[in-house]
């Protein structure tokens, strides 16, 4: 059974700092590509940031560059992105996805941004 679990999001004040992960069972982590998503309220989803499956490449969008770092730990089978120097803007629902032939998702976790 295919899982991927995000968590470590809440309110943080702007300029703050979180830490989400996403845990992943049931499939070849190490394989994967992974990826960030968010969507914020009346918003389509959009990309934040991707990985490559041996951590090799990364990519981020243009609003995050600089604030945002995606990593991962083949080991633990984790993904993790490091949110730093929040914004209000950054305030939604982020969602880790796992892709190669098929495409995973998790069930996401709210991001707030607010003072």
């Known amino acids: 059974q295919v899982q991927l679990v995000e968590s470590g999001g809440g309110l943080v004040q702007p300029g703050g700092s979180l830490r989400l992960s996403c845990a992943a069972s049931g499939f070849t982590f190490s394989t994967y590509a992974m990826s960030w998503y968010r969507q914020a309220p009346g918003k389509e989803r959009e990309l934040v940031a991707s990985?490559?499956?041996?951590?090799?490449?990364?990519n981020y969008a243009d609003s995050v560059k600089g604030r945002f770092t995606i990593s991962r730990d083949n080991v633990k089978n984790t993904v993790y992105l490091q949110m730093n120097s929040l914004k209000p803007e950054d305030t939604a629902v982020y969602y880790c996805?796992?892709?190669?032939?098929?495409?995973?998702w998790g069930q996401g976790t709210q991001v707030t941004v607010s003072s």
């Open positions: 996805k796992a892709s190669r032939f098929v495409v995973y």
């Open positions: 990985i490559t499956s041996g951590g090799g490449s990364t």
